[in-house]
């Protein structure tokens, strides 16, 4: 009998011991192999398009940045390749965005051990994996990143949102008051109000450090641009 055909992986996360170890567990799976590591977000790109996995497992969060910027790239010029995240935080928005930017799916480091085969097998049929507890609503409006599109096209993870939108988040994010962005925008602060409000139902975002960690993942912002003064 011919053995069934593995899995061809890529693994993508700057803590060796983390990625010997996530190697260990996979490699422990019949259908699944590891044929490359990654250990910083500039040579993603490069490991993937020379190897060509059928997925890639990727850390957020490596020197070199985020990795966010980077799948639609990956998308893009791998097309086949699919996308498994792999985060420390357990995040609505976060999970939102990179799925809007080409992921299929999407695991909290705290339960990649019972979780990741599970998830590989289910990206790698073309399906998506969200490894968060939700209720039904909100997985249907996650799916909605699955919708069938022309090759190589991928929305952002801002995509959603308006100019004006866009232009209040990017403030908040950088720590500026209602009261500043009003000013600065030539608004009031209640429709500054308004606008934070829209914006996070539409992300997924509660708090100011929502806010400030989404952009930061995304590579919108670097840690120094926050001020940690502003209220």
Known sequence: MTPPKKIRLVVADDHTVFR?????????????????????????????????????????????????PHIEKIRRAAPETRILVLSMHDDLGLVRAVLASGASGYVVKAAADTEVAAAIRTVASGKIFVDLDLDPTQVG????????????????PLEGLSDREKAVFTRLAKGHTNQEIADELELSVKTIETYRGRIGVKLGLRSRADFVRFAIELGLIGPESYSSDSA
Not at 24 to 49: F, K, N, R, Y
Not at 141 to 156: D, F, H, I, N, Y
């Open 20 to 68: 010997a170890g996530l190697k260990l567990l996979l490699e422990a799976h019949d259908d699944m192999e590891v044929i490359g590591e990654v250990a910083d977000t500039h040579h993603v790109l490069d490991e993937v398009v020379r190897l060509r996995p059928d997925v890639l497992i990727l850390d957020l969060t490596m020197p070199g940045g985020s990795s966010v």
């Open 141 to 156: 409006s996650l799916l909605v990143a699955e919708r069938k599109e022309p090759a190589g096209k991928v929305t952002g």
